[in-house]
Structures are given as structure tokens and as C-alpha cells.
């Protein structure tokens, strides 16, 4: 299996970090600018979405997280393409009703190398 350099599975991780850190405090529009201008957002249930600002509206979102867990955090790659997977429990309420929904289960980031030398999201799955 190819390894990336640590160095950069603790760039990918940081990214990770921040971007669950913009969730938790409800600014989910934040998590575009670790996100190439191309990004595609595969959502089940829906179409697929291309480009930051068709990922808006899913990002704008109105739900109060409650809980939110990832973990078996796991990054591979070689030169500049990398994958994150990692397995995810959130716990929310939506603005239509006080019950706290759970959704769970595992993720996927495919990421490319910027010529800057910064990871950016391209891919997001669940």
C-alpha cells in the first residue's frame, strides 16, 4: 500500500480537525476553502453536487449538533492524490422538532495536492 509522508497525513489531519471544529460550531460554509473549486459531493439520497456553491444550500443547513464522533481515521496516499476514510456518529436536532436524530456510519475524502503544496478536499461521500 502506498504511504504518504507524515508530514502530510498531519496536514490531511489538521484539515479534518478544523473542519469538524466548523461543524460543531455551526458554520458549515466554512468547510469550503479545504474544498477544490471542483469539489464533488456525493449525498445519498440526491444528486450529485459539483462545485462549492452547489454544496451551499447542504452546508447551510440548519441543524443543532449535539454529538458529533469520528474515528478509525484512516489516510493513504502517494505523491499528490490522497483518501480519508473514517467512521462518524453525529447526533442533531433540526429546527422542525426538539428530537435528537443520530446518523452514522463511514466517510470518504478523496484529496488532491494544490501546486502550493496545500490538500484540498475534491471528493466528499457518506
Known amino acids: 500500500m502506498f504511504t504518504l509522508p507524515q508530514e502530510d497525513i498531519d496536514a490531511i489531519r489538521q484539515i479534518h ?7 460543531w460550531a455551526g458554520n458549515g ?11 464533488r459531493w456525493l449525498v445519498p439520497n ?13 452546508l447551510e443547513s ?4 449535539v454529538e458529533l464522533v469520528t474515528d478509525q481515521i484512516e489516510i493513504v496516499g502517494h505523491d499528490r492524490l490522497a483518501y480519508k476514510t473514517s467512521r462518524y456518529t453525529t447526533r442533531f436536532t433540526t429546527p422542525d422538532s426538539d428530537e435528537v436524530l ?9 484529496l488532491h495536492k494544490q501546486p502550493d503544496a496545500q490538500w484540498k478536499v475534491a471528493l466528499v461521500t457518506w
Not at 440548519?62 to 449538533?65: L, V
Open 17 to 23: 480537525h478544523r473542519w469538524i471544529e466548523f461543524e
Open 62 to 65: 440548519p441543524i443543532q449538533i
Open 102 to 110: 443520530t446518523a452514522a456510519g463511514t466517510h470518504l475524502w478523496i
Open 29 to 39: 460554509l466554512a468547510v469550503l476553502q479545504f474544498c477544490t473549486d471542483d469539489v
Open 46 to 58: 440526491a444528486a450529485m453536487m459539483v462545485g462549492k456553491d452547489a454544496a451551499r444550500p447542504l
